[in-house]
């Protein structure tokens, strides 16, 4: 994927994603313009590429945070539970709360303890952000990803935002019946997306989607 948008405001870089198509939706637009990516990205918020974040972990690319959005979209409905596995910088975690409000709740989940802290103070950059933390509307909780977050679920919709080794039985068993997850997964050392969908039935559908580069869903670094 050539990076092909870089603005000077966040405003320039959803406008810029619009026009070249990386964003389609219109709820999807709405809800990154709402949120500046400059309260999540120490260096060159407004640019199309993932930006490091410390602890080997990065702020994905801005056109991924759409891409993931217009993915789950469907099931990003006001008032849905919403997962959001490797939280990092928090800005994703975010957008999806703008997409479930009013009544929505999105749970970050992020296993190192600083970029939980970074997450929360990212949000509470803004008086929205300040909003949604004191009503409870998101959640930032240090656990491993990879068991989820059962006692908050179960979820509408589960986004995972590091590379699974295989798929994540314990995350599916925490989707509603019908629900999606966004899921990055790695064979061969290749990563691609997967879509994950629980029909009313509980029945499952795997679709394999894009190649991308994530960092890996890992266990907790030792300190
Ligand atoms: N969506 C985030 C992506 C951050 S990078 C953003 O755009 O800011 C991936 C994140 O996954 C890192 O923060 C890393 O700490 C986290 N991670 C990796 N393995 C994990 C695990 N087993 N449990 C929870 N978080 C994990």
């Known amino acids: 994927m050539a990076y092909e948008c870089s603005g000077g405001s966040n405003t320039d870089l959803v406008e810029c ?8 939706s219109g709820r999807v637009k709405e809800a990154m313009l709402s949120v500046d990516r400059g309260h999540y990205s120490p260096t060159g918020p407004y640019e199309d590429r993932p930006q490091s974040i410390g602890h080997k972990a990065t702020i994905s690319a801005p056109h991924m945070h759409a891409s993931a959005c217009e993915s789950l979209l469907g099931y990003l409905t006001p008032g849905a539970k919403v997962l959001d596995i490797g939280s990092g910088s928090g800005y994703l975690t975010h ?20 970029l939980v802290d970074l997450a929360r103070e990212n949000m509470a950059k803004s008086p929205e952000g300040r909003e949604m933390l004191e009503s409870g509307a998101v959640k930032f909780v240090k656990a491993d990803g990879r068991k989820g977050c059962p006692d908050e679920g179960p979820y509408d919709a589960i986004h995972v935002g590091a590379a699974a080794a295989d ?6 068993q925490q989707l509603k019946a019908p629900g999606r997850m966004f899921i990055p997964v790695e064979k061969g050392y290749m990563q691609h997306i997967w879509i994950v969908d629980k029909d009313e039935e509980g029945k499952m559908k795997y679709t394999k989607d894009i190649g991308v580069q994530y960092v890996p869903l890992t266990d907790a670094p030792q300190y």
């Open 95 to 114: 957008v999806l709360a703008e997409l479930v409000k009013p009544d929505g709740v999105v749970i970050g989940v992020d296993h190192i303890q600083p």
């Open 17 to 24: 994603l619009a026009t070249k198509g990386l964003i389609t």
């Open 167 to 172: 798929h994540q039985e314990k995350l599916e």
